[in-house]
């Protein structure tokens, strides 16, 4: 059963917008934190942002930081990644994840890179920035 599946993908060029949508087939809030995570062929894959679907607190990677901006919707079962002023660098496939039960006292910042720890992942959105 599918539980989580990005879109909103595609082709901009640099400096430009877009947002991605990950929607759950559960209610968000049966996952503790849903993340954002990025992977470009042959190299490791990267966690750029996550969000507790509780209280809405966030973490984002440096790479990331001040750009892009993680939200959540609880209501439509939805999380979403505005990314802003898109970097050549940024082109990756872009997956959404979701981890079901806190791990200890980690803080959020930290849980943005755990992705052997989170329990279910989308297929993944190909964001491409290119002039």
């Known amino acids: 059963q599918v539980q989580l599946e990005e879109s909103g993908g595609g082709l901009v060029q640099p400096g430009e917008s877009l947002r991605l949508s990950c929607t759950a087939s559960r209610a968000t809030l049966d996952y503790y934190i849903i993340g954002w995570f990025r992977q470009v062929p042959g190299k490791e894959r990267e966690g750029i942002s996550c969000i507790r679907t509780s209280d809405g607190s966030s973490g984002y990677g440096d790479s990331v930081m001040g750009r892009f901006t993680i939200s959540r919707d609880n209501a439509k079962n939805t999380v979403y990644l505005q990314m802003n002023n898109l970097y050549p660098d940024d082109t990756a496939v872009y997956y959404c994840?979701?981890?079901?039960?806190?791990?200890?006292?980690?803080?959020?910042?930290?849980?943005?890179?755990?992705?052997?720890?989170?329990?279910?992942w989308g297929q993944g959105t190909q964001v491409t920035v290119s002039s």
């Open positions: 994840a979701a981890l079901v039960r806190q791990i200890g006292f980690t803080p959020i910042k930290t849980m943005c890179r755990m992705g052997t720890k989170y329990d279910y």
